[in-house]
Protein backbone atom coordinates (compact mmCIF):
# COMPACT_ATOMS: atom_id res chain seq x y z
CA UNK A 1 0.00 0.00 0.00
CA UNK A 2 1.70 3.03 -1.36
CA UNK A 3 -0.51 6.11 -1.37
CA UNK A 4 -1.04 10.09 -1.52
CA UNK A 5 -4.15 10.99 -0.27
CA UNK A 6 -6.43 13.80 0.70
CA UNK A 7 -8.68 11.46 2.34
CA UNK A 8 -8.54 10.13 6.03
CA UNK A 9 -5.66 7.08 6.76
CA UNK A 10 -7.22 4.00 7.65
CA UNK A 11 -5.01 2.67 9.88
CA UNK A 12 -6.50 -0.67 9.99
CA UNK A 13 -5.94 -1.08 6.13
CA UNK A 14 -2.13 0.50 6.41
CA UNK A 15 -2.10 -2.51 9.52
CA UNK A 16 -3.72 -5.38 6.83
CA UNK A 17 -1.27 -4.32 4.03
CA UNK A 18 1.86 -5.48 5.98
CA UNK A 19 0.49 -9.30 7.57
CA UNK A 20 2.51 -12.23 6.79
CA UNK A 21 3.12 -15.09 8.29
CA UNK A 22 7.02 -14.17 8.15
CA UNK A 23 6.48 -12.09 9.84
CA UNK A 24 7.72 -11.80 13.65
CA UNK A 25 7.71 -8.01 13.93
CA UNK A 26 5.50 -5.43 12.88
CA UNK A 27 6.11 -1.59 13.33
CA UNK A 28 3.93 1.28 12.98
CA UNK A 29 4.56 4.81 12.96
CA UNK A 30 1.59 7.44 12.63
CA UNK A 31 2.26 10.95 12.55
CA UNK A 32 -0.43 13.70 13.60
CA UNK A 33 -0.27 17.35 13.88
CA UNK A 34 0.43 18.48 17.23
CA UNK A 35 -0.80 22.31 18.51
CA UNK A 36 2.73 23.88 18.89
CA UNK A 37 5.85 23.97 16.27
CA UNK A 38 8.78 26.15 16.51
CA UNK A 39 7.21 28.05 19.43
CA UNK A 40 4.04 28.73 18.37
CA UNK A 41 0.62 27.50 18.00
CA UNK A 42 -0.81 25.67 15.24
CA UNK A 43 -3.73 25.83 14.62
CA UNK A 44 -4.05 23.64 11.49
CA UNK A 45 -1.49 22.43 8.28
CA UNK A 46 -2.04 22.18 4.89
CA UNK A 47 0.42 19.48 3.04
CA UNK A 48 0.54 19.98 -0.82
CA UNK A 49 2.57 17.12 -3.06
CA UNK A 50 3.53 16.86 -6.18
CA UNK A 51 1.54 14.02 -6.34
CA UNK A 52 3.17 11.76 -9.53
CA UNK A 53 7.07 12.22 -8.04
CA UNK A 54 5.98 11.62 -4.33
CA UNK A 55 4.27 8.76 -5.47
CA UNK A 56 7.05 6.73 -7.22
CA UNK A 57 9.58 8.38 -4.61
CA UNK A 58 7.27 6.28 -2.19
CA UNK A 59 7.34 3.32 -4.11
CA UNK A 60 11.35 3.82 -4.30
CA UNK A 61 11.26 3.70 -0.52
CA UNK A 62 9.46 1.11 0.11
CA UNK A 63 11.86 -0.94 -2.31
CA UNK A 64 14.92 0.17 -0.93
CA UNK A 65 13.33 -0.43 2.68
CA UNK A 66 13.02 -4.33 1.80
CA UNK A 67 16.48 -5.05 -0.19
CA UNK A 68 18.95 -2.84 2.23
CA UNK A 69 16.98 -2.79 5.30
CA UNK A 70 15.47 -5.74 6.34
CA UNK A 71 11.75 -4.90 5.65
CA UNK A 72 8.95 -7.83 4.74
CA UNK A 73 6.09 -5.60 3.71
CA UNK A 74 6.06 -1.92 3.52
CA UNK A 75 3.25 0.46 4.06
CA UNK A 76 3.05 4.39 3.26
CA UNK A 77 0.38 6.92 3.43
CA UNK A 78 1.08 10.39 3.56
CA UNK A 79 -2.38 12.85 3.50
CA UNK A 80 -2.51 16.40 1.57
CA UNK A 81 -5.32 19.27 1.95
CA UNK A 82 -6.51 20.83 5.00
CA UNK A 83 -5.73 19.11 8.44
CA UNK A 84 -6.60 19.78 12.22
CA UNK A 85 -4.39 19.17 14.94
CA UNK A 86 -4.88 15.61 15.71
CA UNK A 87 -5.14 14.69 12.00
CA UNK A 88 -3.05 11.73 11.37
CA UNK A 89 -0.69 13.07 8.67
CA UNK A 90 1.60 9.87 7.65
CA UNK A 91 1.61 6.57 8.53
CA UNK A 92 4.59 3.83 8.04
CA UNK A 93 3.95 0.33 8.68
CA UNK A 94 6.56 -2.48 8.08
CA UNK A 95 6.48 -6.17 8.54
CA UNK A 96 9.98 -7.71 8.83
CA UNK A 97 10.92 -11.24 10.10
CA UNK A 98 12.38 -10.00 13.67
CA UNK A 99 11.62 -6.68 15.48
CA UNK A 100 14.85 -4.95 15.02
CA UNK A 101 14.56 -5.52 11.11
CA UNK A 102 11.11 -3.75 11.76
CA UNK A 103 12.05 -0.59 13.69
CA UNK A 104 15.58 -0.09 11.65
CA UNK A 105 13.27 -0.04 8.42
CA UNK A 106 10.60 2.26 10.07
CA UNK A 107 12.81 4.82 10.87
CA UNK A 108 14.80 5.08 8.51
CA UNK A 109 11.55 5.23 6.31
CA UNK A 110 10.15 7.92 8.31
CA UNK A 111 13.51 10.01 8.01
CA UNK A 112 13.68 9.76 4.35
CA UNK A 113 10.32 9.79 3.71
CA UNK A 114 10.80 13.66 5.08
CA UNK A 115 13.88 14.15 2.80
CA UNK A 116 12.82 12.81 -0.14
CA UNK A 117 9.59 12.67 -0.80
CA UNK A 118 8.45 16.24 -2.55
CA UNK A 119 5.66 17.04 -0.06
CA UNK A 120 5.19 20.31 1.26
CA UNK A 121 3.59 21.89 4.74
CA UNK A 122 1.94 24.86 5.84
CA UNK A 123 1.66 25.68 9.21
CA UNK A 124 -1.79 28.34 10.29
CA UNK A 125 -0.97 30.29 13.65
CA UNK A 126 -3.58 32.85 15.15
CA UNK A 127 -1.06 35.28 13.52
CA UNK A 128 -0.57 34.20 10.47
CA UNK A 129 0.61 31.13 8.01
CA UNK A 130 4.41 29.66 6.69
CA UNK A 131 5.98 27.00 4.76
CA UNK A 132 8.02 25.22 6.35
CA UNK A 133 10.47 21.93 5.78
CA UNK A 134 11.33 19.23 8.15
CA UNK A 135 14.76 18.15 5.99
CA UNK A 136 17.65 18.21 7.56
Do not use: N
Not at 22 to 38: E, M, T
Not at 95 to 117: M, T
Amino acid sequence: MIAVQSEPIDVDAVLAAVQSSAAGGVVLFLGRVRDSSRGRAVQKLDYQAYGGMALAELRTLRDQAVAEHGAGRVALVHRTGRLAVGDIAVAIAVSAPHRAQAFAACQWLIDALKERVPIWKKEWYADGEEWVSDRP
